[in-house]
């Protein structure tokens, strides 16, 4: 159940979200082994007059992307592949054939399980329902003694 938010500038054709979205939900699919059919992508764009790198007007297009996922569930490498491609891909469709500033970021924020649900329910109760799920199949398929 990751979410994604990703924060650019300066302002871009509105069609470009669909591939932003669809592309980062792909490298989170692939990267981070989350399941694509539940990942949110929230898209900002905003003017460049309204970020700023070292105190100075920006000088090319700019990222910043943030990804929460369940504390725990992602491998060092894992998170390292997901900021690699996500930063590749950012690059390769907000600035075709230049860069993007410097400081653009892809930050994995790990959340405590407790801390964040989905469908109403946090991810420790959903966790601890996966859990108890084949326990409570095991009772019912054993045979009667």
């Known amino acids: 159940m990751p979410t994604l938010n990703l924060r650019i500038a300066p302002l871009q054709n509105p069609d470009r979200y669909q591939a932003l979205a669809a592309a980062l939900t792909e490298i989170t699919a692939r990267t981070l082994d989350k399941r694509a059919a539940v990942t949110a ?3 900002e764009d905003l003017p ?6 070292g105190g100075r007007d920006l000088q090319r297009p700019t990222a910043l992307l943030e990804i929460s996922v369940t504390t725990g569930t992602n ?3 894992q998170k390292a592949a997901f900021i690699a491609q ?3 891909e950012l690059q390769r469709q907000l600035a075709p054939g230049a860069t993007l500033e410097e400081a653009s970021y892809v930050i994995v924020r790990e959340v405590p399980a407790a801390d ?3 469908a109403g329910q946090t991810q420790l109760a959903r966790q601890h ?3 108890q799920a084949p326990a409570a199949r095991d009772a019912v398929a054993a045979p009667a003694a």
């Open 48 to 53: 460049a007059a309204r970020w700023w790198i």
């Open 86 to 88: 996500a930063h590749a």
């Open 116 to 118: 964040w649900g989905y």
């Open 75 to 77: 491998t060092p490498a």
């Open 41 to 43: 992508v929230v898209i």
């Open 129 to 131: 329902a996966r859990q």
